[in-house]
């Protein structure tokens, strides 16, 4: 786990992002690692039947955070509670661990959050960027990865520069916008659509 990195899931619906993002933290949660997972459209069992109970058993029995004079659950759902969070682990748990780092302390443990729906999250606290933008600067160092899913990382929609997206450096592609796709692969367009053609790789079934 110390090698995983920031990390970036890219894909348009139904392409098979959140069964991986989800295997992913429930390899983490039964390591024993600190979770978040914020996602305003979760739910228990979705659409195509598949359970999530356990799941949120597993966030929930981590017990809460307490955020601006409020007890969070590491399973949120609220937009306004995913936004207390970011700023949360941006401007107060970032400092809190620069403070024990400067002073030769290094005990904290890796907190891994996983950051769901995050174009449209910008699109309602646009100071969301930010955060995330000093997050992916300094957290990894810090024990804080972060893992954001959206159906593009264009510049434009997600508010973050490109010199920003540099430090995501675990990206998975699932199929929809290649321009997005190769921009989180390091590659130009070209080279990624010769490379699936090339390969016959059908993107989208997770």
């Known amino acids: 786990h110390k090698q995983l990195c ?22 983490l949660l039964k390591a024993g690692h600190e979770v978040i997972h914020a996602d305003l459209k979760f739910t228990l069992i979705d659409e195509k039947g598949l359970d999530y109970r356990p799941m949120a058993k597993a966030l929930l029995d981590q017990g809460t955070i307490t955020i ?3 007890d969070l659950q590491h ?12 700023e949360w682990a941006a401007l107060t748990e970032v400092p809190r661990r620069l403070a024990l780092y400067h002073a ?13 729906e995050f174009l449209y999250l910008v699109k309602l606290y646009p100071e969301i960027a930010e955060w995330v933008e000093c997050l992916i600067i300094v957290g990894r160092s810090l024990g804080i990865k972060l893992f954001t ?31 997005s796709g190769a921009v989180i692969l390091d590659v130009s367009k070209k080279e990624l659509v010769q490379f699936l053609n090339t390969n016959n790789i059908l993107l989208g079934q997770g």
Do not use: W
């Not at 970036?8 to 933290?25: L, Q, S």
């Not at 450096?169 to 699932?174: H, P, V």
């Open 68 to 70: 601006k004079e409020q």
């Open 149 to 179: 899913v959206a159906q593009n990382f264009l510049a434009r929609d997600t508010k973050l520069s490109g010199a920003m997206r540099e430090n995501f450096e675990t990206a998975y592609y699932l199929g929809g916008d290649d321009q």
């Open 104 to 116: 030769g302390i290094h005990n904290y443990r890796t907190l891994y959050i996983f950051l769901e």
């Open 75 to 86: 399973l949120l759902m609220i937009p306004e509670q995913i936004r207390d969070m970011i």
């Open 6 to 27: 920031h990390g970036v899931f890219n894909a348009v619906t139904g392409r098979g992002k959140t069964i991986i993002e989800r295997g992913i933290e429930m390899q």
